[in-house]
């Protein structure tokens, strides 16, 4: 776990390409730092970045295979009606 800085999206699949797969684990949600290291968002969830990494800026990886560096923040899921559970070492 010390050597990991990236979080998971176990949920992740090809059938939504705009679906973030991994990204940088220094996550904030809702401006929080989250305090466990499997989340379950329900819906549409803003993630941002604190300055542990990238100075408030990350890096993730979508479904369809599209990475985006050094951005301040992405809506990870689309879908309202299906949570995400992120595993973050």
């Known amino acids: 776990n010390q050597a990991v800085s990236y979080f998971v999206n176990v949920d992740a699949n090809e059938t ?35 300055h542990d990494i990238h100075k408030l800026r990350g890096n993730v990886a979508r479904a369809d295979g599209s990475v985006f560096s050094q951005i301040p923040s992405i809506q990870i899921w689309t879908n309202h009606s299906t949570p995400v559970r992120l595993a973050i070492p």
């Open 16 to 50: 939504n390409p705009s679906m973030v797969v991994i990204g940088d684990r220094n996550l904030l949600i809702a401006g929080q730092r989250p305090t466990s290291t499997g989340l379950t968002l329900p819906g549409t969830n803003l993630l941002q970045w604190n």
